[in-house]
């Protein structure tokens, strides 16, 4: 059985250090949200948290003070990464309100947290922890299902509501059994579980994630015709469609700046009034729209 654990969780490292790099190079190329880089990287850093004690195997007193403050406090920042990470992904008028609002919660919960471990209240601190996240993965997939997804992730949009449905019935029933034995809930019950929980719903996001995202990098590579015609009607001049054309094709700025012997500061500015022209907010939203009117 530790050697199953052992495993699950090498083979969630390897996924989630996978997912971070190419979300990161999609992130370069204009074709990710960096509220999505954040989301894996805490994430990855809960993951390691709950498990790095059964890794060291040690019995150490003040490493098992500071892991259970670690992962109390990362799990409040995953859980503000989570509704964060979705508002950007979907159409909502009001993104920065709904996000100000998560925000300023999970800080009133980070600051609890530091104050009842300064107290050793770890049960307490424990219930708070548990229900902020409950709550938030509750509100975030009822927000998921009746909002409209961005262009970004259309592609994926049925595969996104139905890792929804999983993770929320994990959640669920993770939060039942702890509702359950909370008086027999210990950071050593969720050393021993928690963090294998947690690389389960890592291997199951990573795998339905990168494909998408290495769909998106090959989507760019691809020679995109464009029509001047209906590129004029949204006021593109010459100089932006010469921009846009590369980078549709998936040049970076700095190749563009070189192809056309402008500065980086410019190619930015025209990129930037691109983008602002065609009411898009990134590359891959830029390259459908070039697709449904060529």
């Given at each position: 059985m530790?050697?199953?654990k052992i495993?699950?969780?090498?083979?969630?490292?390897s996924?989630g250090?996978?997912?971070?790099?190419?979300?990161?190079?999609?992130?370069l190329?204009?074709?990710?949200?960096k509220?999505?880089?954040?989301?894996?990287?805490?994430?990855?850093?809960?993951?390691?948290a709950s498990?790095?004690?059964?890794?060291v195997k040690t019995?150490?007193?003040?490493?098992?003070?500071?892991?259970?403050?670690?992962?109390?406090?990362l799990?409040?920042?995953?859980?503000?990464?989570?509704?964060?990470?979705?508002?950007k992904?979907?159409?909502?008028?009001?993104?920065?309100?709904r996000?100000g609002v998560?925000i300023?919660?999970?800080?009133?919960?980070?600051?609890?947290?530091?104050?009842l471990?300064?107290?050793n209240?770890?049960?307490?601190?424990i219930w708070f922890?548990?229900?902020?996240?409950?709550?938030?993965?509750?509100?975030?997939?009822f927000?998921?299902?009746?909002?409209?997804?961005?262009?970004?992730?259309?592609?994926?949009?049925?595969?996104?509501?139905?890792?929804?449905?999983?993770?929320?019935?994990?959640m669920?029933?993770s939060?039942v059994?702890?509702?359950?034995?909370?008086?027999?809930?210990t950071?050593?019950?969720?050393?021993?579980?928690?963090?294998?929980?947690?690389?389960?719903?890592c291997?199951?996001?990573?795998?339905s994630?990168?494909?998408?995202?290495?769909k998106?990098?090959?989507?760019?590579?691809k020679?995109?015709?464009t029509?001047?015609?209906?590129?004029?009607?949204?006021?593109?001049t010459?100089?932006?469609?010469?921009v846009?054309?590369?980078?549709?094709?998936?040049?970076?700025?700095?190749?563009i700046?070189?192809?056309?012997?402008?500065?980086l500061?410019?190619?930015k500015?025209?990129?930037s009034?691109i983008y602002?022209?065609?009411?898009v907010?990134?590359?891959?939203?830029?390259?459908?729209l070039?697709?449904n009117?060529?």
């Amino acid at each position: 059985m530790e050697i199953l654990k052992i495993i699950f969780l090498i083979l969630a490292y390897s996924l989630g250090i996978a997912t971070l790099i190419v979300q990161v190079i999609c992130y370069l190329k204009d074709l990710e949200y960096k509220e999505t880089i954040f989301f894996t990287i805490v994430f990855l850093l809960l993951i390691i948290a709950s498990t790095i004690q059964g890794l060291v195997k040690t019995a150490n007193s003040l490493l098992f003070d500071i892991q259970e403050l670690a992962i109390n406090i990362l799990t409040v920042v995953f859980a503000i990464s989570i509704p964060i990470n979705i508002h950007k992904e979907r159409v909502d008028t009001f993104r920065k309100t709904r996000n100000g609002v998560v925000i300023t919660i999970g800080t009133i919960i980070i600051t609890l947290v530091i104050l009842l471990h300064s107290l050793n209240q770890s049960v307490l601190t424990i219930w708070f922890v548990s229900v902020h996240l409950f709550l938030s993965v509750i509100y975030s997939m009822f927000y998921l299902l009746f909002t409209k997804p961005g262009t970004l992730i259309q592609f994926r949009e049925k595969s996104e509501r139905l890792l929804a449905f999983i993770v929320l019935i994990i959640m669920i029933v993770s939060f039942v059994l702890f509702v359950v034995n909370y008086e027999k809930f210990t950071l050593k019950l969720l050393q021993q579980n928690g963090g294998i929980i947690l690389a389960i719903i890592c291997i199951i996001l990573s795998v339905s994630k990168i494909p998408g995202d290495i769909k998106k990098l090959v989507q760019t590579e691809k020679t995109i015709s464009t029509d001047e015609n209906q590129l004029e009607k949204f006021g593109i001049t010459q100089r932006e469609q010469e921009v846009l054309h590369l980078l549709v094709t998936g040049k970076t700025y700095k190749e563009i700046a070189t192809e056309l012997f402008i500065s980086l500061p410019t190619v930015k500015t025209h990129v930037s009034n691109i983008y602002s022209k065609a009411k898009v907010r990134n590359r891959l939203e830029l390259s459908n729209l070039i697709n449904n009117i060529s």
